[in-house]
């Protein structure tokens, strides 16, 4: 049974990494809340996944010229440095720390989406307004 759930898992987690969003956003929690991973494993299957996802992603959207390669070797540099400082002090840190370091992390994203999309809407309204 746990079989099934695992490949659900990865069937949803795959869909959100193809729409550009990161599969771990959704992995992460799936694996520690449902499935009882632990947070340092769960982190460890995502970076695992995280590769092959990637690869395929970057190749679609490569052929549909959707990336700015200029502008993506400056962010992977820098990212590449902070992840591997990050990643240093993942393992130092405990999993419940991490797990609720995590959770408050996506709380932000989601707060900013929010505000992102009322701000969008209130925009919409104001041009309805005016025309």
Request: net charge positive; proline share 1%; no cysteine.
């Given at each position: 049974?746990?079989?099934?759930?695992?490949?659900?898992?990865?069937?949803f987690s795959g869909v959100v990494a193809g729409m550009g969003m990161g599969g771990g956003t959704l992995l992460l929690p799936?694996?520690?809340?449902?499935?009882?991973?632990?947070?340092?494993?769960?982190?460890?299957?995502?970076l695992t996944v995280f590769v092959p996802m990637a690869v395929i992603v970057i190749i679609i959207y490569t052929k549909q010229?959707?990336?700015?390669?200029?502008?993506?070797?400056?962010?992977?540099?820098?990212?590449?440095?902070?992840?591997?400082?990050?990643?240093?002090?993942?393992?130092?840190?405990?999993?419940?720390?991490?797990?609720?370091?995590?959770?408050?992390?996506?709380?932000?994203?989601?707060?900013?989406?929010?505000?992102?999309?009322?701000?969008?809407?209130?925009?919409?309204?104001?041009?309805?307004?005016?025309?």
């Open positions: 049974m746990d079989f099934l759930w695992y490949a659900l898992i990865a069937l799936l694996l520690t809340l449902f499935m009882h991973t632990p947070q340092h494993v769960a982190q460890g299957v995502n010229k959707l990336i700015d390669y200029k502008q993506g070797w400056y962010i992977a540099l820098a990212a590449s440095i902070v992840s591997a400082l990050g990643a240093i002090l993942a393992v130092e840190v405990k999993g419940k720390i991490l797990s609720i370091i995590y959770g408050v992390f996506i709380g932000l994203i989601g707060i900013a989406s929010l505000i992102q999309m009322i701000v969008q809407i209130v925009k919409k309204h104001k041009q309805k307004k005016n025309t």
